[in-house]
Protein backbone atom coordinates (compact mmCIF):
# COMPACT_ATOMS: atom_id res chain seq x y z
CA UNK A 1 0.00 0.00 0.00
CA UNK A 2 1.33 3.30 -1.07
CA UNK A 3 3.25 4.81 2.16
CA UNK A 4 1.48 2.36 4.15
CA UNK A 5 -1.42 5.09 4.24
CA UNK A 6 -4.95 4.23 3.61
CA UNK A 7 -5.72 7.58 1.93
CA UNK A 8 -2.27 7.65 -0.07
CA UNK A 9 -3.73 4.28 -1.40
CA UNK A 10 -7.02 5.70 -2.12
CA UNK A 11 -5.87 8.69 -3.71
CA UNK A 12 -2.92 6.78 -5.75
CA UNK A 13 -6.10 4.62 -6.78
CA UNK A 14 -4.52 1.49 -5.32
CA UNK A 15 -8.30 1.13 -3.03
CA UNK A 16 -11.56 2.33 -5.39
CA UNK A 17 -13.34 5.21 -3.94
CA UNK A 18 -16.11 7.52 -5.26
CA UNK A 19 -14.30 10.85 -5.16
CA UNK A 20 -17.05 13.61 -5.09
CA UNK A 21 -14.43 15.88 -5.41
CA UNK A 22 -11.32 15.96 -7.09
CA UNK A 23 -8.59 18.62 -8.29
CA UNK A 24 -4.74 18.55 -7.96
CA UNK A 25 -4.31 19.27 -4.22
CA UNK A 26 -7.30 17.38 -2.93
CA UNK A 27 -9.96 14.67 -3.02
CA UNK A 28 -13.27 14.49 -1.32
CA UNK A 29 -15.06 11.45 -0.02
CA UNK A 30 -17.60 9.50 1.86
CA UNK A 31 -16.56 8.13 5.24
CA UNK A 32 -16.78 4.56 5.08
CA UNK A 33 -18.23 4.62 8.95
CA UNK A 34 -20.65 8.04 8.82
CA UNK A 35 -20.77 9.53 11.79
CA UNK A 36 -23.36 11.51 10.70
CA UNK A 37 -26.57 11.92 7.61
CA UNK A 38 -23.76 13.37 5.66
CA UNK A 39 -19.83 12.30 6.36
CA UNK A 40 -17.32 12.96 3.90
CA UNK A 41 -13.75 13.51 4.09
CA UNK A 42 -11.34 15.97 2.62
CA UNK A 43 -8.04 14.54 2.20
CA UNK A 44 -4.91 16.65 0.74
CA UNK A 45 -3.14 14.75 -1.79
CA UNK A 46 0.56 15.64 -0.17
CA UNK A 47 0.65 12.54 2.90
CA UNK A 48 1.55 14.53 6.08
CA UNK A 49 0.75 13.53 9.72
CA UNK A 50 -0.66 16.31 12.17
CA UNK A 51 -1.05 19.57 11.55
CA UNK A 52 2.65 20.21 12.98
CA UNK A 53 4.09 18.96 10.34
CA UNK A 54 2.70 21.24 8.04
CA UNK A 55 5.49 22.91 4.96
CA UNK A 56 4.83 26.28 3.36
CA UNK A 57 3.02 24.18 0.55
CA UNK A 58 0.67 22.55 2.56
CA UNK A 59 -0.17 25.26 4.49
CA UNK A 60 -1.20 27.32 1.22
CA UNK A 61 -3.10 24.34 0.44
CA UNK A 62 -5.17 23.99 3.50
CA UNK A 63 -6.53 27.06 2.89
CA UNK A 64 -7.30 26.51 -0.78
CA UNK A 65 -8.86 23.35 0.88
CA UNK A 66 -11.09 25.24 3.14
CA UNK A 67 -12.16 27.70 0.82
CA UNK A 68 -13.17 24.62 -1.64
CA UNK A 69 -14.75 22.98 1.27
CA UNK A 70 -17.31 25.91 1.25
CA UNK A 71 -17.50 26.01 -2.19
CA UNK A 72 -18.49 22.88 -2.82
CA UNK A 73 -20.75 22.17 0.19
CA UNK A 74 -24.00 22.84 -1.56
CA UNK A 75 -23.74 20.28 -3.96
CA UNK A 76 -22.59 17.75 -1.58
CA UNK A 77 -26.11 18.19 0.25
CA UNK A 78 -24.63 20.53 3.19
CA UNK A 79 -26.36 23.49 2.08
CA UNK A 80 -28.20 24.04 5.70
CA UNK A 81 -24.80 23.80 7.07
CA UNK A 82 -21.64 21.59 8.66
CA UNK A 83 -18.91 21.39 10.91
CA UNK A 84 -15.50 20.49 10.25
CA UNK A 85 -13.47 18.46 12.62
CA UNK A 86 -9.42 17.64 12.18
CA UNK A 87 -8.46 15.08 14.82
CA UNK A 88 -4.87 15.30 15.69
CA UNK A 89 -3.29 12.21 17.77
CA UNK A 90 -4.51 9.52 20.30
CA UNK A 91 -6.38 11.86 22.67
CA UNK A 92 -8.57 13.20 19.95
CA UNK A 93 -9.28 9.34 18.23
CA UNK A 94 -7.28 9.72 15.21
CA UNK A 95 -7.05 6.32 13.59
CA UNK A 96 -5.36 7.69 10.20
CA UNK A 97 -2.08 9.22 10.80
CA UNK A 98 -2.34 11.58 7.13
CA UNK A 99 -4.21 14.70 7.91
CA UNK A 100 -7.78 15.19 7.18
CA UNK A 101 -10.71 17.31 8.37
CA UNK A 102 -14.21 15.52 8.55
CA UNK A 103 -17.35 16.87 7.20
CA UNK A 104 -19.97 16.33 8.84
CA UNK A 105 -23.80 17.53 8.24
CA UNK A 106 -27.11 16.56 6.70
CA UNK A 107 -28.91 17.01 9.88
CA UNK A 108 -28.70 19.25 13.00
CA UNK A 109 -25.32 18.14 14.72
CA UNK A 110 -25.36 17.94 18.92
CA UNK A 111 -21.95 18.83 20.39
CA UNK A 112 -22.00 16.62 22.87
CA UNK A 113 -22.32 14.03 19.70
CA UNK A 114 -18.57 14.78 19.40
P1 LIG B 1 -9.62 9.92 12.21
O1 LIG B 1 -10.17 9.12 13.35
O2 LIG B 1 -9.81 11.40 12.34
O3 LIG B 1 -8.19 9.52 11.90
O4 LIG B 1 -10.52 9.54 10.97
C1 LIG B 1 -10.26 8.50 10.09
C2 LIG B 1 -11.55 8.23 9.36
O5 LIG B 1 -11.25 7.53 8.18
C3 LIG B 1 -12.56 7.40 10.16
O6 LIG B 1 -13.76 8.15 10.33
C4 LIG B 1 -12.77 6.16 9.27
O7 LIG B 1 -14.10 5.73 9.27
C5 LIG B 1 -12.32 6.67 7.91
N1 LIG B 1 -11.82 5.65 7.00
C6 LIG B 1 -10.91 4.68 7.25
N2 LIG B 1 -10.69 3.94 6.14
C7 LIG B 1 -11.48 4.46 5.17
C8 LIG B 1 -11.73 4.14 3.80
N3 LIG B 1 -11.11 3.12 3.19
N4 LIG B 1 -12.60 4.90 3.10
C9 LIG B 1 -13.24 5.93 3.69
N5 LIG B 1 -13.06 6.28 4.98
C10 LIG B 1 -12.20 5.56 5.71
ZN1 LIG C 1 -0.96 9.17 3.31
Redesign the pocket.
Known sequence: M????????I?AGEIPSERYYEDERMIIIKDIEPKAKLHYLA?PKR???LLDEMTEADREDLGKILQTIAAEAEKLGLGGGYRLVINQGDDAGQT???LHIHILGGQKMEFEQL
Not at 3 to 9: G, R
Request: proline share 0%; hydrophobic share 40%.
Open positions: KNNCVFCAEIHYKVFH
